[in-house]
């Protein structure tokens, strides 16, 4: 442990600055670093003195890997209840920051996945540099695509959203721009001089369109067709099939790609994003939370983390092992009401 502080929170002129602070761990999210975070943008929101929020990163490897995941395997396997604490206020969070009263501006540079999307996605303003590195990752250790994911993924233009949830496709700044979840590409080395620009009272949209540079074609447009005719199909086996038939490299190292990650995971996220599309913001954060109740308690999280991040084998041995046997009961179960504990707002 580090005497560093986890989080930092600078006033910059007009500017409530975020830095997340743990670049030896790709800044990946604590639950003491979403306590802080809530409490300090409420009082930003209320402060006549500041009128944006940024949040960045240190180091240049990472924005926010995602949640402090090694953290929350120890607590869910002891049983502790701050593995939901946590998930109960990262998704007020998330929300929070959706339905913030002020600009709110990512600068996103380096690996951003998982919770670190969640608390860059949902801003006003989500600037990337040349080093953005997005991904939803979390079928791949045994869980779904949650922090708004059941939001925003089924928004993505055609079936880029089911495309990213399914396989933890990796984007670069092209291709994240094209999907939505950035909205416009400022060099990394023109970051500081866009929140002196805002801190120094320049209007938030005219310092982004001031700094913001053209982006190249994105390579994700070339598989656009592909993507929209598979991924629309009406199941995870579907979608499968249609790649398997597509017959292209592409598509191939596609299906072979889902079928490495955990069955229950993409025949949740499957029904999750299509759920998404039908709901608003806060019933997505609270289906998020069903799930994550019920993820927190089977088997491939556990499994997923171990594989991925502890052992580092790459080798989750996932249960059920394949997607037939996953039942369409088991995959009903986990999106059940939590009676007195559903994710409630205030
Ligand atoms: C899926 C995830 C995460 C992941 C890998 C996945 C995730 C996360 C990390 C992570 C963070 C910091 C580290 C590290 C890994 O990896 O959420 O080694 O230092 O935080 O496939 O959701």
């Not at 949650?146 to 092209?174: H, N, Q, S, W």
């Not at 620009?197 to 982006?215: N, P, T, Y």
């Not at 041995?317 to 707002?345: C, H, R």
Request: hydrophobic fraction near 40%; charged fraction near 25%; proline fraction near 4%.
């Amino acid at each position: 442990m580090s005497d560093e502080p986890e989080i930092l929170f600078e006033q910059r002129g007009v500017v409530g600055l975020v830095t997340l602070n743990r670049p030896k761990v790709l800044n990946a999210l604590t639950y003491n670093m979403v306590k802080q975070l809530h409490p300090q943008l409420e009082a930003w929101a209320v402060d006549d003195g500041i009128k944006a929020v940024v949040i960045r990163a240190s180091g240049e490897k990472a924005f926010c890997a995602g949640g402090d995941i090694r953290v929350l395997h120890d607590w869910g396997k002891a049983g502790d209840p701050q593995v939901i604490d946590f998930y109960r206020d990262e998704y007020r969070l998330n929300r929070y920051i959706k339905q913030y009263p002020k600009p709110y501006i990512a600068l996103i540079s380096g690996i951003d996945m998982g919770g670190g999307v969640g608390v860059s996605a949902h801003g006003s303003h989500r600037i990337a540099s040349e080093r953005i590195l997005f991904a939803m990752p979390e079928t791949g250790i045994g869980l779904f695509p949650d922090v708004g994911g059941t939001y925003f993924l089924p928004r993505c233009p055609g079936e880029i959203g089911m495309y990213l949830g399914l396989t933890g496709a990796r984007l670069k700044l092209e291709d994240a721009i094209y999907a939505g979840v950035a909205d416009v590409f400022v060099p990394a080395d023109r970051h500081d001089a866009l929140i002196a620009r805002i801190a120094g009272g320049e209007a938030v949209d005219d310092s982004v369109a001031a700094e913001a540079q053209a982006v190249e074609k994105a390579p994700l447009k070339v598989q656009r067709s592909v993507i929209d005719h598979c991924f629309s199909g009406t199941s995870v086996g579907h979608i499968l099939a249609r790649l398997d038939k597509a017959d292209t490299d592409w598509a191939r190292a596609t299906a072979e790609t889902i079928r490495a990650k955990s069955p229950l995971s993409t025949r949740i996220a499957y029904e999750q994003i299509r759920l998404g599309a039908t709901l608003d913001f806060e019933s997505c954060m609270a289906l998020e939370f069903r799930l994550t109740n019920r993820f927190m308690r089977g088997h491939d999280f556990y499994e997923g983390v171990r594989a991925v991040v502890i052992d580092k084998d790459q080798a989750p041995k996932w249960q059920p092992a394949t997607l037939d046997d996953v039942s369409d009961e088991m995959v009903q179960a986990y999106f059940e009401s939590l009676g007195d504990n559903e994710l409630i707002f205030d």
